[in-house]
């Protein structure tokens, strides 16, 4: 089985399109699919794109033209949570688009037609997906990045959200989580894609799973912060925290 690993930016992904055996290049709808084994397991490289509309149509050519059987998203956000600081590494367990509102016609932040405000991810993927993290943080004894405290990066599992907006001040982050979590919504992270894949994925019955390296705090530092990170340490989590999943699968 097909296993689609999806990444927003180039850098997320260029150490694993270094590694890809047997590797084909495949366009179709803009884009271009990276075929091959990695580590062993069949799988298929793609380019999300920036924002939510970009990412559903490539969850949607993953699914229709390649018939993967399970989609797992790397990539970068900026932390919302108490205590989820630069470097540390979140899974979603489940995602909302905080960008969402037809309220009152419903509640906010609730996509119309599915259960509720959260979408879930697969429990048993995200499951393989932490232990890969945990393993991948084990093994990296801190040299993937280590805070000026000198705090090893933490695992954290539990509510991302997604919206089509860059968030680079702490005013705009205190305005979308603090409406989250006074509804019970404790987010952890934002970033601009990974809630469509999820829809995406509900609509076709497709295991998914995602993985978001803390790249900023989504502050006012964040546009310093978020291209120096990409540049120099996201690249070399997603080769490890896929290389260790693959093997669990």
């Known amino acids: 089985m097909t296993t689609a690993i ?30 091959g084994v990695l580590h062993g397991k069949p799988v298929v490289l793609a380019l999300s794109g920036m924002g939510k509309v970009a990412a559903a149509t490539t969850a949607t050519v993953l699914v229709e033209r390649f018939g993967v059987a ?18 540390d590494v ?5 995602y909302v688009q905080h960008d969402m509102d037809v309220s009152p016609l419903f509640q906010r932040w609730h996509v119309p037609g599915y259960a509720g405000v959260r979408l879930p991810c697969d429990a048993g993927l995200s499951a393989h997906l932490s ?15 280590v805070n000026s405290d000198g705090r090893p990066p933490q695992l954290h599992r539990g509510l991302v959200a ?30 601009m894609e990974g809630a469509a894949v ?15 390296t803390i790249s900023d705090r989504a ?31």
């Open 162 to 191: 997604s919206g089509d907006q860059f968030v680079t001040s702490a005013q705009v982050s205190r305005a979308l989580r603090d409406p989250l979590v006074a509804a019970g919504h404790d987010v952890l992270a934002v970033e």
């Open 70 to 87: 399970r989609i797992v998203f790397t990539g970068v956000a900026g932390g919302l949570g108490d205590g989820v600081r630069v470097g």
């Open 6 to 35: 999806l990444s927003a930016l180039p850098e997320e992904q260029s150490g694993l399109v270094g590694s890809l055996e047997q590797a084909r290049r495949v366009t179709h709808a803009g884009r271009a699919f990276w075929q």
């Open 90 to 94: 979140v899974v979603a367990l489940d």
């Open 131 to 145: 232990g890969a993290v945990s393993a991948c943080l084990q093994s990296a004894g801190g040299q993937f990045y």
């Open 198 to 212: 999820a829809q995406v994925c509900l609509d076709y019955g497709v295991p998914f799973a995602a993985v978001r």
């Open 219 to 249: 502050d006012d530092d964040a546009h310093v912060d978020f291209p120096v990170f990409i540049q120099t340490v996201a690249s070399r989590y997603a080769d490890h925290i896929v290389r260790h999943l693959l093997e669990l699968l």
